[in-house]
């Protein structure tokens, strides 16, 4: 009898397929015969655990956000001994495409983004990360205003919202425009920071 831990090890399967179909030819190109083909399963078994494509595309958003929650719980939201700024510079560095991994996951995350535009259930799955994103920064940049490395009349939601759309900017720029390298992503994130935390602009880091 099939286990459920090989039925999930199956779905994972499935999902790792789904994200090199849609990274290489796009959602339209993310049929169930593509996907299992590309998984090196047959279209019976994918169909086993996803009748239709939307239900494949439901499982694949939410795999790709669970792949970045993943990433986030990695940063140290709550180290005493880092700066607020060295808290941003690590989500900089598990957000953007800087390197072959990271492209794939961001042109697969913004091909889910666009048609989540005219599918509830997909955005209800989108406005649920970016709450959960916006809550992490949220409570950061708090920490950072009560200590002093934020001036005490900054204004948490607003500047929250600027970070998110710095770095979603940049990673729309990282995957659409080749010349764009990795250290002009990671100058302008020090320069936008720079003006963000002045008293630690220019430290070593």
């Known amino acids: 009898m099939t286990t459920h831990k090989d039925e999930e090890s199956r779905r994972r399967q499935v999902g790792e397929a789904l994200l090199g179909v849609v990274s290489e030819h796009g959602m339209e190109g993310a049929t169930l015969r593509q996907v299992a083909s590309t998984a090196g399963v047959s279209v019976g078994l994918v169909q086993r655990y996803f009748r239709t494509k939307a239900e494949l595309f439901s499982f694949g958003i939410e795999y790709v956000y669970e792949r970045s929650e993943a990433r986030l719980g990695g940063i140290p939201w709550d180290d005493p001994d880092m700066s607020a700024r060295e808290v941003v510079e690590h989500l900089a560095e598990v957000s953007l495409p800087l390197d072959e991994s990271r492209s794939r996951e961001v042109r697969v995350e913004l091909a889910f983004i ?24 949220r409570a950061i940049l708090e920490s950072a205003r009560s200590t002093g490395e934020l001036a005490s009349d900054t204004d948490i939601p607003t500047t929250a919202a600027e970070m998110v759309a710095v770095l979603s900017g940049l990673q729309l720029n990282g995957v659409a425009r080749s010349h764009q390298g990795t250290g002009v992503m990671r100058a302008v994130v020090s320069q936008y920071l720079d003006r963000l935390f002045p008293a630690h602009a220019g430290d070593d880091r």
């Not at 989108?126 to 809550?135: F, I, P, S």
Request: hydrophobic share 40%; proline share 0%.
């Open 114 to 137: 666009q048609i989540s535009l005219n599918d509830t259930e997909l955005a209800r799955v989108h406005d649920r990360y970016a709450a959960e994103v916006l809550e992490q920064l």
